[in-house]
């Protein structure tokens, strides 16, 4: 896969990463939002559909409860108990009581109710008591319905049926039998109302899309009749209360109805919206993202073609020596190629600088085959003195003399930069012994420092000049010069050297100066008369260009008491069993 990626171009990479990264998560996350908000839509619309069938349920019941409230006012009146179960008869005031209380009582019920009642009946096991009033009748009239064996042989008390007859046609009956405090049954009581009356809930709630119809337990449509679900409702079992069914881009919610033994099937036709929409938008969408892709890609290969340009410019620049790119561009293209054009012209000036410089090298490198013989000759003339003055007995003159050829040989001797610590304090001693001859007793070196250290690898000439600056700022006309060379290592493991002098010492101000100088390497000009030594400058730059820059040269000192010249510098102790290979 790896290899496979690496053989592929920037823009097939760039692309795939798109695709990938961009537009394959967007993809994702927009048909996940767009099936989120479909399913939203669909559950807000199955909440609403079951509170508006609940609420029917609810205004259906009430009225059920009404029409139970009226027939228990007539059944459980006692004075009518009491008219039924007596014999009828003249000299018992019975049609008085008739018509003063018991057709009354029905009228009363008929005229003062929340509710549409078509018909009250009370039908009477007492045979003695004449028809009458369109409300008074003998049970026998209604040992033809098909319930009444049903109702009668059974303990219930009450009953809602379907009835049908010739003068009402279809109504919903309300049946509750008439039991006296005596235990006599004295008939039955029977509240008639229109489907009409009673379920104008289901057909007020009916719209073009929703629908809402009654069923039995056979699954017919008992009300309303002809209905459009009709052709529906038989293949389908309804719902249990408070569940839903979607079949045939239909929704199916059932409420069953207390007392009836029937339930409510509302049908509702889902939007055509939503598979249309669902469908338009995922074109839409995959369109949208086919279109996208397209775009990204040409302005992709247009900038891409713009950068293979620019570097067929920048080969054809290389190949004709460095020559300088024209840009006339302000994009992101025209900064590279002005940047590549400053890089050519660095190039060419580096060039020209290592061609003079390896002139310079070229001519350093003859001038120094030529002067070879030279210092051989000095060699020699300074051996020579020295032999003719140990001849003639002055003693310290050529030993002073040895010590100075020593010190040409080891000036001369330039071949490499580093040298043993052992090496550097010798050559600070045949110094030492060449200034006495000049100062005699009037200045003194002491050397402190432990043998371990002494094959330590230095820089070469570090603490000669630093000596040679002490004895030119220090000496004084009040006494001798103290001299003490300490080195030594520290726990951070570096090497500290310290050459410090009991000399005039340095002032505040020039302490100051001098250490930030040595710290940001910014010198005195040669024309100024306060310049600092050119040899402290000397070894501050070496120590900081081969060590880096926090080894800068650090100068402590009380004024007329003492002058420190301190160096850092970092110690390896595996350098003590490891020969110098550029000593």
Not at 184 to 213: A, C, K, M, Y
Request: aromatic residues 10%; glycine residues 4%; contains cysteine.
């Amino acid at each position: 896969m790896r290899r496979y990626l690496n053989t592929m171009s920037l823009k097939s990479k760039v692309t795939l990463a798109f695709v990938l990264l961009i537009l394959l998560p967007f993809i994702v996350l927009g048909l996940y939002t767009y099936d989120q908000t479909q399913r939203y839509m669909r559950d807000q619309l199955i909440a609403n559909s079951q509170m508006t069938l609940k609420q029917v349920k609810s205004t259906i019941e009430n009225k059920l409860d009404l029409i139970e409230s009226v027939s228990n006012s007539i059944t459980y009146n006692y004075r009518l108990q009491q008219f039924l179960a007596a014999p009828y008869s003249q000299a018992n005031n019975s049609l008085d009581d008739y018509f003063s209380y018991a057709v009354p009582l029905i009228n009363y019920a008929m005229l003062f109710q929340k509710i549409n009642t078509e018909k009250i009946s009370v039908y009477m096991s007492n045979e003695t008591i004449p028809e009458g009033f369109g409300a008074f009748y003998h049970e026998t009239k209604a040992t033809q319905e098909s319930w009444y064996d049903t109702f009668k042989h059974t303990e219930k008390k009450s009953l809602w049926v379907i009835r049908k007859s010739q003068d009402l046609g279809e109504t919903f009956g309300y049946i509750q039998k008439m039991i006296s405090l005596e235990n006599h049954d004295l008939g039955f009581t029977l509240v008639d109302v229109r489907p009409s009356d009673l379920l104008d809930p289901i057909s007020r709630i009916s719209e073009s899309n929703q629908h809402i119809v009654l069923m039995d337990d056979h699954n017919r449509i008992l009300f309303p009749e002809g209905s459009s679900a009709a052709d529906r409702a038989p293949s389908l079992k309804p719902p249990p209360s408070g569940s839903y069914v979607i079949q045939d881009n239909q929704l199916f919610i059932s409420e069953p109805l207390k007392g009836l033994g029937l339930s409510m099937l509302m049908t509702i036709t889902l939007p055509r919206s939503f598979g249309s929409l669902q469908v338009v938008t995922n074109l839409a969408f995959l369109t949208a993202m086919v279109l996208l892709l397209f775009a990204f890609y040409s302005v992709l290969k247009i900038a891409l073609r713009k950068m293979k340009t620019s570097i067929g410019q920048m080969a054809h620049a290389i190949e004709s020596g460095f020559v300088p790119i024209p840009n006339d561009r302000q994009d992101e293209f025209g900064v590279i190629t002005e940047k590549f054009n400053l890089l050519l012209n660095k190039i060419n000036l580096l060039m020209k600088d290592m061609i003079r410089q390896e002139t310079i090298h070229k001519d350093a490198q003859l001038i120094a085959l030529q002067s070879q013989i030279n210092p051989h000759f000095i060699y020699n003339t300074l051996d020579m003195f020295s032999a003719k003055m140990e001849l003639a007995g002055q003693f310290d003159v050529s030993d002073a003399m040895a010590d100075f050829g020593k010190m040409m040989r080891y000036n001369m001797d330039g071949q490499f930069r580093f040298t043993t610590l052992e090496a550097e304090i010798r050559y600070l001693e045949q110094y030492m012994n060449l200034q006495k001859i000049k100062y005699g007793d009037n200045i003194e070196l002491r050397i402190r420092v432990p043998d371990l250290l002494l094959s330590s690898h230095v820089i070469r000439f570090i603490l000669q000049p630093i000596v040679e600056n002490s004895i030119k700022h220090g000496l004084s006309q009040q006494g001798p010069l103290r001299i003490l060379l300490d080195i030594a290592v520290q726990p951070d493991r570096t090497l500290r050297l310290s050459i410090r002098d009991n000399g005039l010492g340095i002032s505040k101000e020039r302490l100051d100066q001098l250490n930030e100088r040595f710290r940001t390497s910014t010198y005195t000009p040669s024309s100024s008369l306060r310049r600092e030594s050119i040899g402290l400058g000397n070894i501050n730059e070496r120590l900081k260009l081969y060590y880096g820059e926090e080894y800068a040269i650090r100068l402590e000192s009380d004024e007329s008491h003492y002058a420190e010249t301190i160096l850092t510098i970092p110690y390896d102790d595996r350098e003590e069993d490891q020969p110098c290979i550029m000593c």
